[in-house]
C-alpha cells in the first residue's frame, strides 16, 4: 500500500530473481526466485475476488515456501485473516494438485506477523493461526480417498514476526535482515516435541518443497499451472450482488414460466397424444401460439429482472430463452414432423386419386402433369407452416433443411409413384401382350394341317408351309406384336416424365415377361390333350379328305394301307419339328439374346424379383439357349407318338369296317326264294293302286329320312308323341269316370257325395269285395 496516495502498489503477480547474495551475515541460497501477488484487501477490486483466489492458488501450487503477511490484530479474526480466501484456496488446491501425500511435493506456509508488539508472545499467535488452519481443513471438501487428510501431510508452518517498520524502524530492518538469513537449505532435526519452523535447522529451504523444476522449463509448468486454475469454475465465485442477482432472476424466471407452461402444456400433450398413436397431427395455429408465449414471457422477465446485476441479468435471460426455445424446439420440430409426414401421404392419395379420375374419364391422364401440380401444392402448404414457426432472431427456426428435406422425400415419392405406375402400365401392355399372343399364336398351331382345300398327304416328303415355317411364323407375330407394345410403353412413359434409364428397363422386362408368356401359350398348345387332338386333326385331314379337299367314300378296292401309311408318316414329322423352336432358315433357335438384350444399367434387385430365369441370357439359370428353345422332351415325344399311333389306327380300323360293311354280297337264292314266298303280296299290292302309291309315298319318305340321317330324330319324336297321347287319355278317362254317373255304374263305383270324399271297399287278391273283418284281422297280424 503507497502512503502518499493509500493505494494498491502490486497488481498482478511479479517475479523476480533474488539480487541479495547475504542477509545478516548469513550466505543465501543462490538462484531464489521471488513472486510478488496482489494482495487481497485492495480496494481496486473491491467485491471481485475472482483474481485475488486466483493468484493466490497460484503461488501456493508453484511456491516452496509461500510468506503470508498478516498483521497481529488480525490474526483471530475470520474476514480479517482471509480465512474464506485460505478455504477456497486450499479446497481447490487439493482437487486440482494434491493428489495423495507421498507423491506431491510438500510446501512451507510461512507466516509474517507485521507489527508485532510484544504483548502477544508468537507462541500464542503460532498456536492459532494454526488452529484456524486445522478447522479449515477439516471443514473442506475433499476428493475421494482423501477424506482422512490433515493438513499437515501437505503443508510444514513457519512463523516470523515484525516490528512496527515507522515507530520500530531499526528493530524492522534488524529483524529483516534476520529474516532474508533464514532463507538457505535446511533439514529437519527430528527432535521430540517441536512442530512447524522448530524443526527445521539451518534454513527454510528442505529438499522435500523442492519441485524439481529445470529453470528453462519453468514458464512452461507456470503456464500449465495457472491454464488449470483459469479453467476451474470453482474459484468463480459470485459478489454479493451477484447472488442477490441470480436469486431474483431465477426466482422471476420461474414465476413467468408458469404462464408459459398454461399455452404450451397443452400442446405438447396433444402432440404427445398423436405420436403415442402414431397419427400425424398438425396442431393448427401453433406457431401463433408459441410465439406469443415466448414473446410475453421474455417480456415479463425483462420488465422485472432487468433492475438487478446487468451481467446476471443477462446471463440468466439467455438461459430462460434456451429454456424457452428447447421446449418450443421440441414442440415445432414434432409439428414439421407431422406436417411432413402428413404432406407426404396427401401428396401420395392425391396423385392416386387424380389418377385414378383420369382413368375413369377414359384412361386419358398425364402423370407428370399431375405429380407436378400437386408437388407444388404440398410445398406450399409446408412451406406457410414452417414460415409460421419462425422466431425473429432465432437461428433454429429457420427451417431451410427441413424445407429441403421435405421436397427431397416428395421427390423420391414421385419416383415411387412413377414407378409403380410404369409397373401398372407394364402390367396393362403385359396383358396386351398375352391376349394378341394368345389369339395369334393359337392360330397359327390351328394351321397344322386344318387346310381342308386339298391338304391332303403330300405325294413327296416336302411338308406344306403351313407345317415347315410354323416357328417362322410364331416368332414373326412374336416380335411384332413385341415391337409394337414397346411402342406403346414408350409413348406413354413419355407423359409420366419417366427417364430413359427407367424406359429401358420398362422395354428390356417387356421383353423378358413376353417371352415367358410365348412360352406359356407354346406349353398350354403342346399340351397332352391339346397337342393329340391336333396331331389327330392333322391326321384325319390327311386321311379322310383327297388332294381337292373331298371327303373320301371308302371302297374295298382302295387302297386304304397305303393312304393310312402315307398321312400316319406325315403327321409323325410334326413331332420333331414341334419338340424344339427352330426357324426353318437357319435350323438353329431364333436370336433370343439379342432380341432380349443386355440388362440395362440401374436394374435393382426388386426389378428382378417377378421375372423368370431365361436359358441362355440369365448365367444363374444354369440352362443353354438349346434347351431354353426345347419345347417337348424326349420322353413326351415317345410318349406322343405312342399315344398318337394308338388314335391313327383306331381310325384306321374304323374306315376299314365302313369299307368292308358297305359292299356286303346277298345270295342269288335269297332273291328267288324272296319271289316265291312274296308272289300273293306282291300281285295284292300291284291289283290296289292306291296300296301301291301309299307303299311308294313310304318307301320315299323312309329313303329320304335315311339318307339326310333323319330316322333317328323322327324314331325319337314318335316315341315321345306316342308316350304323351297315352298320357293324356288316360288323364281324360279318368276325368270321364269321375265326373260321369253312367261310368261309375258301369265300373260298379258309387257316387260321390262331395267333392273331398271318395268311399273305397277293399278288394280281395281276386277283385272282389272282401270282409272287413278279416281284413282288420290280416292288418293286425301283419303289424
Known amino acids: 500500500m503507497s502512503e502518499t496516495e493509500r493505494r494498491q502498489t502490486t497488481k498482478g503477480i511479479w517475479m523476480s530473481k533474488n539480487k541479495r547474495e547475504t542477509s545478516a551475515g548469513t550466505k543465501m541460497s543462490d538462484n531464489i526466485l521471488v513472486m510478488d501477488v496482489e494482495g487481497t484487501d485492495g480496494r481496486e477490486r473491491g467485491e471481485d475476488q475472482d483474481f485475488e483466489r486466483k ?23 475470520y474476514q480479517g485473516a482471509n480465512m474464506g480466501l485460505l478455504k477456497t ?22 507466516f509474517v506477523i507485521r507489527d508485532h508488539l510484544g504483548t502477544t508472545p508468537l507462541g500464542n499467535l503460532r498456536t492459532t493461526l494454526i488452529q484456524d488452519l486445522t478447522k479449515i481443513w477439516s471443514s473442506i471438501s475433499k476428493p475421494q480417498g482423501l477424506e482422512g487428510s490433515r493438513i499437515e501431510d501437505y503443508f510444514d508452518f513457519g512463523f516470523a514476526a515484525l516490528p512496527h517498520k515507522i515507530l520500530q524502524a531499526d528493530k524492522f530492518t534488524e529483524e529483516v535482515q534476520k529474516l532474508g538469513s533464514r532463507f538457505t537449505a535446511g533439514h529437519r532435526h527430528g527432535k521430540p516435541g517441536l512442530h512447524g519452523d522448530q524443526e527445521l535447522e539451518g534454513g527454510l529451504f528442505l529438499p522435500e518443497y523442492h519441485r524439481r523444476i529445470p529453470a528453462d522449463g519453468f514458464s512452461v509448468y507456470a503456464e500449465g499451472i495457472w491454464d488449470q486454475i483459469v479453467n ?3 474459484l468463480d465465485l459470485p459478489t454479493q450482488q451477484e447472488l442477490l442477482a441470480q436469486f431474483r432472476c431465477d426466482e422471476i424466471s420461474r414465476e413467468v414460466l408458469i404462464d408459459f407452461d398454461v399455452v404450451v402444456t397443452p400442446l405438447e400433450e396433444k402432440q404427445s397424444e398423436a405420436s403415442k398413436l402414431g397419427v400425424p397431427t398438425v396442431l393448427p395455429d401453433l406457431g401463433l401460439a408459441g410465439n406469443d408465449a415466448r414473446q410475453k414471457c421474455i417480456k415479463a422477465f425483462e420488465v ?69 401440380n400437386e408437388k407444388r401444392k404440398t410445398l406450399d402448404i409446408f412451406g406457410v407452416e414452417a414460415q409460421s414457426l419462425l422466431i425473429e432472431g432465432v437461428s433454429w427456426t429457420n427451417f431451410e433443411s427441413q424445407l429441403k428435406l421435405f421436397e427431397k422425400e416428395l421427390d423420391e415419392e414421385s ?152 398321312a ?28 432380349v438384350g443386355p440388362q440395362p444399367n440401374g436394374v435393382q434387385a426388386s426389378d428382378e424379383e417377378d421375372l423368370t430365369p431365361i436359358g441362355g441370357i440369365d448365367e444363374e439359370d444354369g440352362k443353354s439357349l438349346e434347351e431354353e428353345m426345347t419345347v417337348l422332351s424326349e420322353g413326351k415325344r415317345q410318349d406322343l407318338v405312342v399315344r398318337f399311333k394308338k388314335t391313327a389306327d383306331g381310325v384306321y380300323v374304323e374306315a376299314k369296317r365302313g369299307a368292308i360293311g358297305g359292299v356286303a354280297q346277298v345270295p342269288w337264292y335269297f332273291y328267288g326264294l324272296l319271289l316265291a314266298l312274296g308272289w300273293n303280296e306282291i300281285l295284292t299290292v300291284l291289283r290296289n293302286p292306291f296300296l301301291c302309291l301309299l307303299i311308294l309315298v313310304i318307301a320315299g319318305g323312309t329313303y329320304v329320312a335315311y ?38 255304374q258301369a265300373v260298379g263305383m258309387p257316387a260321390r257325395e262331395d267333392s273331398d270324399n271318395i268311399s273305397m271297399d277293399t278288394l280281395d287278391s281276386r277283385g272282389k269285395k272282401a270282409n272287413t273283418t278279416s281284413t282288420e284281422k290280416d292288418d293286425i297280424d301283419d303289424i
Open 55 to 77: 493468484s493466490a492458488l497460484f503461488a501456493l501450487a508453484t511456491s516452496e515456501v509461500l510468506i503470508v503477511n498478516i498483521w497481529e490484530h488480525q490474526v483471530g479474526l
Open 89 to 110: 484456496v486450499f479446497e481447490v488446491n487439493l482437487q486440482l494438485f494434491l493428489k495423495d501425500k507421498q507423491s506431491t511435493p510438500r510446501s512451507l506456509l510461512f
Open 232 to 234: 476451474n469454475k470453482d
Open 304 to 372: 422485472q429482472a432487468s433492475r438487478y446485476h446487468k451481467g446476471v441479468y443477462a446471463r440468466k435471460r439467455h438461459e430462460l430463452e434456451g429454456k424457452i426455445d428447447t421446449r418450443l424446439k421440441a414442440l415445432y420440430q414434432g409439428q414439421l414432423a407431422a406436417a411432413h409426414k402428413a404432406g407426404v401421404t396427401a401428396f401420395g392419395e392425391a396423385v392416386a386419386n387424380k389418377v385414378k379420375a383420369g382413368q375413369k374419364a377414359g384412361g386419358s391422364y398425364e402423370f407428370a402433369e399431375i405429380v407436378a
Open 415 to 566: 419416383a415411387k409413384l412413377r414407378k409403380e405406375e410404369m409397373r401398372r402400365l407394364a402390367t396393362r401392355v403385359e396383358r396386351w401382350v398375352r391376349s394378341r399372343l394368345g389369339d395369334a399364336v393359337g392360330l397359327e398351331f390351328n394351321k397344322l394341317g386344318s387346310g381342308r382345300a386339298g391338304g391332303g398327304a403330300p405325294e413327296t416328303g416336302e411338308k406344306p408351309d403351313s407345317e415347315k415355317d410354323l416357328w417362322d411364323r410364331v416368332w414373326k407375330v412374336f416380335t411384332g406384336i413385341v415391337k409394337e407394345a414397346e411402342v406403346r410403353f414408350a409413348e406413354r412413359a413419355k407423359s409420366f416424365d419417366a427417364t430413359q434409364e427407367e424406359v429401358e428397363i420398362g422395354t428390356w422386362r417387356l421383353r423378358r415377361k413376353s417371352w415367358n408368356a410365348l412360352r406359356e401359350k407354346i406349353e398350354e398348345e403342346v399340351m397332352e390333350g391339346n397337342i393329340l387332338l391336333k396331331l389327330r386333326e392333322n391326321f384325319e385331314d390327311k386321311f379322310r379328305y383327297d388332294e381337292a379337299g373331298v371327303p373320301r367314300i371308302w371302297r374295298p378296292s382302295d387302297d386304304i394301307e397305303g393312304i393310312y401309311t402315307k
Open 568 to 595: 400316319r408318316e406325315s403327321t409323325l414329322t410334326l413331332v420333331p419339328l414341334l419338340s424344339r423352336f427352330r426357324l426353318s432358315e437357319t435350323y438353329g433357335p431364333p436370336d433370343l439374346p439379342g432380341f
Open 707 to 744: 339318307t339326310l340321317n333323319l330316322l333317328g330324330p323322327m324314331l325319337s319324336m314318335g316315341n315321345a308323341a306316342m308316350t304323351q297321347g297315352v298320357e293324356i287319355a288316360k288323364q281324360q278317362l279318368r276325368d270321364f269316370i269321375a265326373n260321369s254317373d253312367t261310368a261309375r
